[in-house]
T-cell receptor, first 114, second 114 residues
């Protein structure tokens, strides 16, 4: 257990529905990252926050995706109008700014879009 | 742009045999390098990291990796495989001052035969 908590662990939804995932980080970590992992692939960077500020977004993050970290603690990732191609594992990771880059990952939220 | 290549998406070894998982990176400046392990339905766990100190890095569970700048490689090894080593292994790279964002390779699934 890394101390990073994600929920729900599994979500099955129908195409067109909205889904939201939550990440609760290690409390002293000021950076929080979202990654997406599809079957047989490595994690792909989506976005990251330093405290409450969203500092970078990947071009993978279409306008149907939005992430927030309102108080610099927990974060949410919302996907609107889900598509079958959104089916993946969504991983949250946290770390410290200025550190050597080690990230601590949660167990992920698996999304299946029917 | 930085990238990571893991040669061999699947590697099979016998229990007790040497484990060698290959990772090559492309970067114009020395990066930080990481190996993570992922067990089924779990998040990623850090095995070891290279952060410009000693080029031979020892990690958990008997794994080690050697940074070779001339070969742009960071291969992961373990002298004697154990059944519990069966998992997916990911090599990742982070450029210094790159927001701690990690870029992952495609992963190598290690299978250990009895």
């Amino acid at each position: 257990d890394t101390g990073v908590s994600q929920n729900p662990r599994h979500k099955i939804t129908k195409r067109g529905q909205n889904v939201t995932f939550r990440c609760d980080p290690i409390s002293e970590h000021n950076r929080l990252y979202w990654y997406r992992q599809t079957l047989g692939q490595g994690p792909e960077f989506l976005t990251y926050f330093q405290n409450e500020a969203q500092l970078e977004k990947s071009r993978l993050l279409s306008d149907r995706f939005s992430a927030e970290r309102p108080k610099g603690s927990f974060s949410t990732l919302e996907i609107q109008r889900t598509e079958q191609g959104d089916s993946a594992m969504y991983l949250c990771a946290t770390g410290l700014a200025g550190a050597t880059g080690e990230l601590f990952f949660g167990e992920g939220s698996r999304l299946t879009v029917l | 742009a930085q990238s990571v290549t893991q040669l061999g998406s699947h590697v099979s070894v016998s229990e007790g045999a040497l484990v060698l998982l290959r990772c090559n990176y492309s970067s114009s400046v020395p990066p930080y390098l990481f190996w993570y392990v992922q067990y089924p339905n779990q998040g990623l766990q850090l095995l070891l990291k290279y952060t410009s100190a000693a080029t031979l890095v020892k990690g958990i569970n008997g794994f080690e990796a050697e940074f070779k700048k001339s070969e742009t490689s960071f291969h992961l090894t373990k002298p004697s495989a154990h059944m519990s080593d069966a998992a997916e292994y990911f090599c990742a790279v982070k450029l210094v001052n790159a927001g701690n964002m990690l870029t992952f390779g495609g992963g190598t699934r290690l299978m250990v035969k009895p």
